[in-house]
């Protein structure tokens, strides 16, 4: 899980700050936070992708499942092959 390994970072950097000086109490709380919003940012993708994903998936749903990718692909071939035969 990914959260844990934030969270433990999050807890780690807080135990570094305690016991670091100031300039380095400040550079670690800039780094976390930037983790952080990074970590938030991809989150919100994630979720964005995730919602438009089920939101294709509902409306490709009603679409029949008996008639599969191939016979679709043969159905679109057979006028192109007759259309190319009386071409020439």
């Known amino acids: 899980n990914q959260q844990a390994e934030i969270d433990l970072l999050n807890e780690r950097g807080r135990d570094i700050t305690r016991q670091a000086d100031h300039s380095n109490h400040e550079n670690v709380e800039k780094q976390l936070s930037n983790i952080n919003r990074e970590w938030n940012d991809l989150l ?18 009603p679409f029949p499942k008996e ?3 191939e016979v679709l692909n043969q159905e679109i071939e057979e006028p192109l092959t007759k259309l190319q035969s009386s071409s020439f």
Do not use: I, N, P
């Open 44 to 61: 919100s993708g994630l979720q964005s992708r995730r919602d438009t994903l089920t939101k294709l998936a509902e409306h490709w749903d």
């Open 67 to 69: 008639r599969s990718l």
